[in-house]
């Protein structure tokens, strides 16, 4: 691992992640080999990933490059990736994740999450996406968790990922796999920003030996570069970036507003996953480790909370809204 970012410790298994790592959502595929090079040049060595991304394949090309240049052993690095909503049906999680595996080639995955906690129905034509024709069709499919989750379990035993977990999910959710579950989850990804603390949920994690990581840790600045039929709240709220707490302490330990951000995350035990696209960024995201705030100012910050979701399928699906968060 990189020696610049600490890692925490995976239930279960026992296997070391970097409490920060470089998140893949909206990266091209056209750019992503190279900004993984980069990425791992500047010290990365967590990539975290998704079959809905489409950007599997040429993220791995990108750290085989950085393994035959002798930058890194493949022990080094640790992939998160997650299995999409149409894939839930047993069968076809084992067989969409057996692909992932081989597009990654690096030979296993090291985390594996179910994306959402809802199964679509399931197109040939679109396999990614919440649109059933990749244009308007919302279609749910009647696969429960618990298939999905055993799904899960068998890519595990068969060596293909190391720790298996869940992502977007709710307390109760999670206590439903507890109750069939052989292999417990390690991970809950969840969006978390000081718009959206969840609390609770980040509590029953710590309550039940359960890793937190959370993305959008900048909050509605992730959600601005999205195309206009993608509606979301974002432009309608305040930049986290602007908020002058956020500044006052920028100024005070002489970091960046995105540090104090992601430091406000990390300081509390949580995994971040910023992208950057420039090399500058890249290091001072990474660099949210070597300072501390005092508990008052993190306590301040969670004062921001308005409960906000900004990755909320029960507003960017006008036609069909799923009100997951609810």
Same mark, same amino acid.
């Given at each position: ?28 595929? =056209? ?24 950007? =599997? ?16 052993? @493949? ?12 894939? !839930?049906?047993?069968? %076809? ?21 179910? !994306? ?19 244009? #308007? ?15 899960? =379990? /068998? ?11 869940? #992502? ?73 970036? /602007? ?24 300081? %509390? ?39 906000? !979701? ?9 036609? @069909? ?6």
């Amino acid at each position: 691992m990189s020696s610049r970012t600490p890692s925490l410790t995976l239930p279960g298994s026992g296997q070391p992640i970097p409490q920060v790592g470089f998140g893949l959502w909206k990266v091209a595929p =056209e750019n992503a080999a190279d900004l993984v090079y980069e990425a791992i040049k500047s010290g990365y060595r967590l990539f975290d990933g998704a079959y809905d991304y489409g950007n =599997e394949k040429e993220a791995g090309q990108g750290i085989r490059r950085a393994i035959k240049d002798g930058l890194v052993k @493949r022990e080094d690095i640790f992939i998160t990736t997650k299995l999409w909503n149409t894939c !839930h049906q047993r069968q %076809r999680a084992v067989e969409v994740a057996t692909k992932q595996v081989e597009e990654w080639g690096l030979g296993y995955i090291d985390l594996y999450l179910i !994306h959402f906690p809802i199964a679509l129905a399931y197109n040939p034509e679109c396999t990614r996406g919440w649109y059933y024709d990749g244009e #308007s069709q919302v279609r749910l499919e009647p696969t429960p968790i618990r298939e999905t989750w055993e799904a899960l =379990e /068998e890519l595990h035993n068969e060596g293909l990922v190391k720790n298996i977990g869940i #992502s977007n999910f709710n307390s109760q959710a999670i206590f439903d796999i507890f109750t069939y579950a052989k292999v417990k989850p390690s991970m809950l990804q969840i969006e978390h920003h000081p718009y959206l603390v969840q609390k609770n949920l980040t509590d029953f994690c710590n309550d039940q030996g359960i890793l937190v990581t959370g993305y959008s840790s900048f909050g509605p600045q992730s959600f601005l570069e999205l195309p206009p039929n993608f509606p979301t709240k974002a432009s309608a709220t305040p930049s986290l970036f /602007e908020v002058p707490l956020i500044i006052e302490l920028a100024a005070k330990y002489n970091k960046t507003s995105a540090q104090i951000l992601l430091r406000w995350a990390t300081q %509390r035990g949580i995994c971040v996953i910023p992208k950057s696209n420039k090399q500058a960024r890249m290091a001072e995201n990474l660099d949210v480790t070597s300072f501390d705030m005092e508990q008052q100012e993190l306590d301040k910050i969670a004062e921001l909370d308005m409960g906000l !979701h900004f990755n909320d399928p029960g507003v960017y699906l006008p036609g @069909r809204p799923l009100r997951l968060f609810t």
